[in-house]
């Protein structure tokens, strides 16, 4: 079974339709990437799987996504319990201006360990699961925000998987980072995908077709074509997205 | 005659330069003369003893300590009311006419004279609600005055805090409240009180609202709770300067003199968290 699957998912605005008859199956522990021109709806649609959506004035939504057998657009949805599941890491590092270790123990912490035994264990475990540990192990008091910009990314993961999601939502993570430091952080999720199940937005082909498993290309609010990375890449079945990927929009 | 171009920029720094100077005077004039004919008044019995022979000698302590209580006792009350309203205004309330009104009901309290909120202040606390003349009375009132500046100031303090800290708490599976509590109160909070001091501070010098709600004429104790009447400094300098014959000018002078280094404190403060938060801030 797919861990999410959205089904004739509709998205307004207010009276701009963002999202129209979408349908996805994502599998899990896998990376899906998803790809399209600027302002086809790729954010929204993954807002839509944490319900990060519902933050913004106006937005209506029809359709459904269900994740593990349960339809996250029922009343009834635990959001908390949602997002911990489903976590989402930003398009710009956005660490709080805490320290480091303060940074990945916030949300153990509000979900309500206290004991510092088991703090410092979780610390740990996540920043060594983004290699940080090895070089803050002794600096864990570090202002957060004096990081470079892919640290500062790393511990954003780091303080994600701390409250152990299933699923990992990623909004370009690369954008602003330098090439070597997107190479890091390709790596980087190539390694959690044994564990997690990704999906990234991406405006860079050659990402998605190094990391993804399978790809999906949007335009104007809809998923055009949706496969395997490489036969979407190598022998797409729509002409706009061959268009697309051959570089004729941008 | 026509004037160049580096004449008229000569010309408009000169005026420019001199309206600043024109705001500086007032404050230098008003501090040389407090300073000159106030501070002999001033040693330590005068800051910390009870007035004698009429108030025409002996010290001002029981001004300075009522005032100070007023203060606390405002910023107790207004503070979280302040703020509770301010988190409510930018991180609940939607966009409506409820929130329009709210808003213009802000700003138009902001413009009330201050003998307003005295009267409204013995007609509600004193009278209505049965407090008497109390510092319970007088802060609450004050509190009323301040509000509008503690929410305005709490309002900008939370706006100011990235959007990006809120959703990326809220992606852990943190609540709204708890994110409000943990990332954007304690980032706003300097902001805060900042703002909460300088409105505190002009009510700390504000006769008028004080004059109907606790102000005591004359009262050689110190109050015993927030029940009881108190002095304080402004009320105090215009008893000394205006119903009291024969009283040396300087302990006029020197009353004033403490109320004015009170209200310069407390807005020095202000400027130093604001320092502060300005050193601290890398967002
Ligand atoms: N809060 C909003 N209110 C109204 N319209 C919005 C809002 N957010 C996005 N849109 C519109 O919805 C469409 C899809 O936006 P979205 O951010 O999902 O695009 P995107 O594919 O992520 O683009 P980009 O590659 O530039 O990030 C765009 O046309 C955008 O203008
Ligand atoms: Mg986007």
New interface residues.
Partial sequence: MSMIEVKDLNLYYGDFQALIDVNVNIDRRKITALIGPSGCGKSTLLRTL?R?ND?I?GVRITGSVIIDGEDIYREKTD???????V??V?Q?P????LSIYDNIA??SR??GIRQRGELDRIVETALSRVHLWEDFKDRLDRFA??LSLEQQQRL?IA??IA?TPEVVLMDEPCSALDPVATANIEELMYELKKDYTIVIVTHNMQQAARVSDRTGFMLLGRLIEYGDTGSVFTSPRDKKTEEYITGRYG | MKLSPKWKQRIAFSVLGLASVVVIVPVIVIFSILIEKGLPAINWEFLTAMPRMGMRAGGIFPAIAGTMYLVLGTIVVALPLGVLAAVYLVEYARQNWMTRMIEVAIVNLAGVPSVVYGLFGLGLFVIFLKFGSSILAGSLTLSIMVLPVIITASKEALSSVPQSFREASLALGVSKWQTIRCIVLPNALPGILTGTILGVSRAAGETAPILFTVAAFYLPRLPKSVFDQCMALPYHLYVLSTQVPNVNPKIQYGTALVLVALVFILNFLAIVVRAHIRGKKQW
């Fill in positions: 944490n990060m933050l004035d959001l908390i319990r949602l997002r911990k599941k976590g989402m930003f710009r956005n660490p709080f201006p916030y949300g509000i979900h925000l004096n954003c303080r994600l409250v």
